[in-house]
Nanobody
Framework: QVQLVESGGGLVQPGGSLRLSCATS????????IGWFRQAPGKEREGVSC????????YYADSVKGRFTISRDNAKNTVYLQMNSLKPEDTAVYYC????????????????????WGQGTQVTVSS
């Protein structure tokens, strides 16, 4: 049974940092790209970042580039999202998801590129 479990969310002040984890099980993480998405209240779910398994290449939304870093530890079956210099507009529920493919591709930010999803973890950036 495929499972993705996000953790590490919480309340943080603007300018602060959080590290999200996505623990996976039920499949071989080495074979698939993993994406992070987020959804703020009243908004569509949007792609934040993606990391390929084939070559480790990474992709970021313009809104988080330079502040967020995605990484993976296949031995631990876990993918991380390090979030620095957080802003109130980063407030959302963050989800990780497994791609259908080992690479992110040019449409990595689209939901249909992903097969399995976690339940999400809340990130709130507020003073």
């Amino acid at each position: 049974q495929v499972q993705l479990v996000e953790s590490g969310g919480g309340l943080v002040q603007p300018g602060g940092s959080l590290r999200l984890s996505c623990a996976t099980s039920g499949f071989t993480l080495d074979y698939y790209a993993i994406g992070w998405f987020r959804q703020a209240p009243g908004k569509e779910r949007e792609g934040v970042s993606c990391i390929s398994s084939s070559d480790g290449s990474t992709y970021y939304a313009d809104s988080v580039k330079g502040r967020f870093t995605i990484s993976r530890d296949n031995a631990k079956n876990t993918v991380y999202l390090q979030m620095n210099s957080l802003k109130p507009e980063d407030t959302a529920v963050y989800y990780c998801a497994t791609s259908w493919r080992p690479y992110c591709g040019s449409t990595w930010f689209l939901k249909y590129e992903y097969r399995y999803w976690g339940q999400g973890t809340q990130v709130t950036v507020s003073s």
